[in-house]
């Protein structure tokens, strides 16, 4: 019997030595292995034991092989469970490392803020009319009541072709086209390329503009100045004020050139501004007369409102870009920088 | 336009501050630009629109103080004592070209002495800017920047026959200016001729012959109207702007003529001596200054303001700006509009002046920001968008999803650049411009190649290891038989070097990224195109082709010929040609079965497009084919010389049942066999 219960407790202090999978092993085959088991050895011992102590002789040899066992699987158990930890742990990855992304383009800057126009619009109703960028003297001065020979032409430095065509110096004709044809009512903006023979800093000879035109029985300059307002607190921040001064354009009477509250110092007074709390940013009025009857549209029965404004200054202060000729350099480092 | 608040002060009492009266005259439509100390006195620069002619001028300005501040307007004094000779007796003037000068009024003042001005005089010219000249001359810009009116004055004694002629410049005739140039004339040019030559032209400058000079005793002092077109076809064509010219051009009062000569004479006789003769010329066209009047309607007022403009008020602010108001109703009134307005109230066709531009009166002085905001009702949407604004913005889409920064460059380009890239309309030429910046933008660009490849080049000089780009916009090409010139919308693509890095998995873009850009393209606006191999300007012979739809060209892409750097890859599609696809709705259910891959690997030679090995797929397309794919090209080991293996997997799958390895094995040899006898590899 002492034999049995040395047995057990050399097992325990043996068991509790075995601290990784190959000590388990050694303990394993030392233990209860097939062989040279010494569970097995003590089993085959029983044939030296007296007859009369085989029977409890047996038993605890038994309790010591299940002991032995239960022993032997918990410690594998835990064994695995901890190698698996480690086979995880092992197969950990830097997650901080760079993601592999999608190879995006960009659009570009003065494309985004027309298309954010166009959608603002097009929330208020108005459709996109689009036409030819190299016009006929008529449609680009003429029908918009710019007389021949008149200084109102020296303000909008002209590029003629030699075809006797000439560059469109605003969307305006675009206007022109829509109101000869189509009947009112008419909600139109007129978004595009616009040529001017002035080079400077300051400007470009091609730039971009997008008109709003609407004609009905029935507008008033208080419409004007609604759409103005819903229109540039949708695209600028939506405590946006406006002013109107009276200003003069051969194609709207009254005419107004528009400031809005400047958006760096939000009508505080800063550089930007030069201290007065305003941006100019567009020309607006109601459509003249003149070019309405141009157009065959009776001005005694419809009115008209209008207005016109640089996209690209207006993405210069979205995108802070201090000089419109940025747009036209097509450096991809900063095009790429343009989202949203 | 520079204005003296002291001056202005003559005229009407200015009850409120610099910066008030500032704001106020802003609000009006004379933008004050800003306002600068003058000793005692304030300068205001006032930025005055080319329809406000009568405003260009101390008084006029004076005239929209008194209404806004609701003050009388103090008019000068005009009419001079006379002395006994009449001036019919000392000169004549006679108008040859009516439509260049409908009016012209002319004054004698004998036995004056030049010479400098008084000091009253010569502040007030400096109060504006303006340089003290001597007391005649001082004069006559005086009343220029009091009331508007330009004048010229004349040495009488040097005028041959001692008149005046006013008419067409003859061919050949010159004129040496006070500026001391001598000008060559032309019969569009309006001359003031005395007997024998010209002494002045017409509102722009007069002659240096004919100059007050300190000798000068008699003068004749001019006050005429010009025709607007033909000041401002003498001042271009001579390159020349004066105070007169700018007034003459925009349209200067026609009724000023008189009073203008008149103030002028009585303060030179003031001023410098002399006695004024009896009368003056005063000779017009018929019928001039016409009068212009029309309709007022308040309450068509009211409803094109959008808001109520009570009538006191309108009737005030009227007939302070010098417009006669009658009543013709209840709340309608005939009104008059001043000759100092007659320019800017250009008629109806019947003659009478637009309702709109007495409206505006009366809302520029109740003021914009007096009018509530409000919003017209919307019938609904207006129009909507069209097959093209739909097609360009996918296109945009699509190829800024595809890694492509969309770029904008000039319409105009050089010569050189323009012929460095073929043309969608090669029989089309280049449309010059008359009048470019410089030679490198003299012509409208007829493809949007040439940018892109200046494009790419800048990017790759700045060391950018990629590049691709795009650009959606206009060409011009001549059409004579239509009213513009025809004008399609291209999108171009170039790209080129090496995209990410080891760890992004890089790719060195080459032609077939750029095919695939070009292909997508196609897909989404649901067309077919073909590329067929062709020989381009600027691009690389076999590396380059046409790009077909329905047998119609409708763009190209290849390599860019000429190479600095990384190879560059670049396409050109007409939006036109992309349009009308057939962008189906319509989906198909998978199957529900399980589908059988099949992998073949054909060698053939290199001659062998893979356009032909594919159309034969299609034609002997095996039951149950749902799809093909051209998935390696291999040429090297193994590979005979002068050949290539191209390895094409396929996927088999029936909506109905599932297929047996068997059957596909029977088809795909079939395949094979007809795909072997055509195109396989013969030692």
Request: hydrophobic share 40%.
């Amino acid at each position: 019997m002492t034999q049995i219960d040395e047995l057990a407790s050399r097992f325990e202090r043996e068991a509790a030595a075995a601290s990784d999978r190959a000590a388990w092993e050694e303990l394993r085959v030392r233990w209860i292995g097939r062989k040279q088991g010494l569970v097995r050895a003590a089993l085959d011992g029983i044939k030296s034991v007296e007859p009369a102590e085989r029977r409890a002789y047996g038993e605890a040899v038994n309790r010591l092989k299940e002991t032995v066992e239960q022993r032997l699987a918990g410690m594998d158990e835990s064994l695995a469970a901890r190698e698996r930890e480690t086979a995880r742990r092992g197969a950990a990855v830097d997650v901080t490392l760079p993601g592999r992304r999608p190879s995006l383009g960009s659009i570009h800057p003065v494309t985004r803020v027309v298309r954010e126009m166009t959608q603002i619009f097009g929330e208020l109703g108005y459709s996109v009319a689009e036409g030819p960028e190299a016009e006929t003297d008529y449609l680009n001065f003429g029908a918009l009541n710019f007389p021949a020979d008149h200084p109102a032409r020296d303000t909008q430095d002209t590029f003629f072709l030699r075809s006797g065509h000439l560059l469109r110096t605003h969307t305006s004709p675009v206007q022109i086209r829509t109101m000869l044809s189509r009947k009112p009512p008419i909600r139109v903006i007129c978004p595009g390329r616009v040529y001017r023979n002035d080079n400077d800093l300051r400007h470009s000879p091609m730039f971009h503009q997008v008109e709003l035109l609407a004609v009905d029985e029935g507008l008033t300059v208080g419409h004007l100045k609604g759409t103005l307002l819903a229109f540039l607190r949708r695209l600028f921040a939506p405590d946006t004020e406006i002013r109107l001064r009276p200003s003069f354009f051969p194609f709207t009477e009254p005419s107004a050139e528009v400031d809005i509250t400047c958006q760096i110092c939000k009508g505080t007074g800063c550089p930007t501004c030069s201290g007065t709390g305003w941006m100019e940013l567009l020309g607006c009025g109601m459509v003249d007369p003149r070019v309405l009857d141009e157009c065959g549209i009776d001005p005694g029965r419809y009115s008209g409102f209008a207005f016109g404004m640089g996209s690209d200054r207006v993405a210069m202060n979205r995108y802070n870009i201090p000089n419109i000729r940025t747009f036209f350099d097509n450096d991809e480092r900063l095009l790429r920088q343009v989202r949203g | 336009m520079l204005f003296s608040k002291s001056w202005l002060a003559e005229y009407v009492d200015l009850p409120e501050s610099t910066e008030e009266i500032s704001r106020r005259l802003t609000d009006v439509g004379l933008a004050i630009e800003g306002t600068e100390d003058h000793g005692e006195d304030v300068r205001f620069d006032v930025e005055v629109t080319s329809n406000r002619v009568d405003c260009m001028n101390h008084l006029g300005v004076a005239r929209e103080l008194a209404v806004i501040y609701g003050q009388p307007l103090r008019m000068p004094p005009v009419a001079p004592p006379e002395g006994v000779e009449r001036v019919g007796d000392a000169t004549r003037v006679d108008i040859e070209d009516e439509e260049g000068c409908p009016r012209f009024v002319a004054r004698v003042v004998r036995g004056v002495k030049i010479g400098p001005s008084p000091d009253w005089l010569r502040k007030r010219l400096e109060s504006i800017g303006s340089r003290s000249i001597n007391n005649v001359v001082d004069v006559t810009n005086f009343i220029l920047w009091e009331m508007g009116q330009p004048l010229h004055a004349y040495d009488l004694a040097k005028l041959e026959e001692h008149r005046l002629v006013v008419r067409r410049a003859r061919e050949g005739e010159t004129l040496v200016t006070l500026d001391g140039v001598e000008r060559k004339l032309d019969p569009e040019m309006l001359v003031i001729a005395d007997a024998v030559r010209p002494v002045g032209l017409g509102g722009v400058m007069g002659g240096a012959d004919s100059e007050v000079t300190d000798a000068t005793t008699d003068i004749l002092i001019e006050g005429a109207h010009f025709d607007r077109r033909r000041v401002r076809v003498a001042a271009r064509a001579l390159g020349m702007h004066t105070d007169a010219s700018h007034r003459f051009e925009r349209g200067a009062d026609p009724g000023s003529c008189l009073d203008g000569v008149t103030r002028a004479a009585r303060l030179i006789a003031e001023i410098a001596g002399g006695t004024v003769l009896a009368g003056a010329i005063d000779v017009r066209r018929a019928n001039f200054p016409v009068s212009r009047s029309g309709r007022l309607d308040l309450d068509r007022l009211d409803a094109f303001a959008g808001a109520p403009i009570p009538a006191a008020d309108s009737e005030r602010w009227l007939t302070g700006l010098g417009f006669g108001v009658t009543r013709a109703g209840e709340r309608l009134w005939d009104v008059t509009v001043p000759t100092w307005r007659l320019y800017d109230f250009q008629p109806r066709p019947d003659g009478s002046a637009y309702e709109q531009d007495l409206f505006e009166e009366s809302i520029r002085h109740f003021g914009f920001a007096n009018i509530p905001a409000a919003l017209p009702g919307i019938p609904g949407a207006d129009a909507p968008r069209t097959p093209r604004q739909i097609l360009r913005e996918k296109v945009r889409d699509l190829l800024a999803a595809s890694g492509y920064a969309e770029t904008v460059s000039f319409s105009f380009q050089s010569p050189e650049m323009d012929a460095a890239f073929p043309s969608l309309r090669p029989e089309a030429k280049p449309m010059p411009l008359a009048n470019p910046l410089s030679d490198r933008y003299s012509v409208m660009r007829r493809s949007l190649l040439p940018n892109l490849v200046e494009v790419a080049r800048f990017n790759q000089r700045r060391g950018l290891p990629a590049v691709r780009v795009f650009e959606i916009a206009t060409v011009f090409y001549e059409n004579p038989s239509e009213k513009v010139p025809d004008q399609p919308e291209l999108v171009a693509l170039i790209c080129g070097g090496i995209v990410g890095s080891p760890w992004q998995r890089e790719v060195d873009l080459d032609l077939f990224d750029l095919k695939g850009a070009v292909e997508a393209l196609a897909e989404v606006a649901g067309v077919r195109l073909e590329a067929r191999p062709a020989a381009l300007t600027g691009l690389l012979e076999g590396s380059s082709a046409e790009l077909v739809r329905d047998g119609k060209r409708i763009g190209w892409f290849g390599r860019v010929a000429e190479e600095e750097g990384y190879p560059l890859y670049a396409a050109e599609i007409a939006l036109d040609g992309l349009e009308g696809g057939d962008i189906s709705l319509q989906v198909e259910a998978p199957s529900r079965f399980p589908g059988i891959d099949a992998d073949l690997t054909l060698t053939h030679s290199v001659e062998t497009a893979w356009a032909e090995i594919d159309r034969t797929i299609a034609g002997h397309r095996p039951a149950d084919l749902v799809s093909w794919e051209m998935t390696v090209r291999y040429q090297g080991q193994g590979v005979p010389e002068g050949a290539i293996n191209t390895t094409v997997h396929f996927l088999y799958n029936s909506p109905e049942r599932s297929l047996t390895q068997e059957e596909v094995n029977e088809r795909q040899l079939a395949l094979a066999a007809e795909l072997q006898r055509r195109f396989g590899w013969k030692d």
